[in-house]
């Protein structure tokens, strides 16, 4: 956390590192619903080709990030903090594995998992992604309407938890396929694919 003087995360990155993984986490944090303040790098005043940070200065064989979810004397912080920090630290988590190219899958809980609606998202699109019914997320959610809001948290049904895979440059179905023990043909039918051909961020379902 941050003391005092200001609103919303940061995220700091070292000077050797290039701003790509801070910005992933930033973004991730602000798709969680806490106010992005900025994501930087600090110099120490003394020394400005050295990091103000011992986190990031004394560990030359890593990519440090410090982040800061928010600011211990602004209330609209503390309120954020208190309702959806797990969800900020889970945004988090899902930007490390996207950038590690590692596979991620949504944290669960004893119900089921839950979704964050996010721009351009759909009932329709939702079920889909997850392999269930509307109606099963409409009577879980107690929903009055199909309308969705952004940052909306969807339970999903605890019986539908693919693995979700954002595919990376260099990506192909076979190599996926390969990595996950299954065939390209079991891929390209759940995903309702018609060709082989990928885009980077695109997403997909791996069969169990």
């Not at 982040?67 to 903090?81: K, Q, S």
């Amino acid at each position: 956390m941050n003391p005092s003087g200001g609103e919303g995360a940061e995220v700091v990155y070292a000077l050797r590192d290039n701003s790509t993984l801070a910005g992933l986490i930033f973004d991730n944090i602000e798709k969680s619903g806490q106010v992005g303040y900025k994501y930087y790098q600090r110099r120490l005043p003394e020394n400005p080709i050295q990091d103000y940070y011992f986190i990031h200065r004394d560990t030359k064989n890593l990519q440090p990030i410090l982040i800061e979810y928010g600011y211990l004397d602004n209330e609209n912080d503390a309120e954020r903090i208190n309702d959806n920090l797990l969800n900020y630290v889970e945004g988090v988590v899902e930007a490390v594995a996207n950038y590690t190219n590692t596979p991620y899958q949504p944290l669960n809980s004893t119900n089921g998992q839950y979704y964050t609606v996010e721009k351009g998202d759909s009932l329709w699109n939702i079920a889909k992604r997850f392999g269930v019914l509307i109606q099963d997320l409409i009577d879980i959610n107690n929903l009055a309407n199909i309308d969705l809001q952004i940052g909306q948290q969807l339970l999903i049904p605890s019986d539908a938890t693919p693995t979700i895979y954002t595919v990376q440059k260099g990506d192909s179905l076979w190599n996926i396929a390969k990595r996950y023990n299954t065939t390209v043909d079991k891929i390209k039918e759940l995903n309702n694919l018609e060709s082989n051909n990928l885009s980077i961020n695109q997403q997909l379902q791996i069969p169990n």
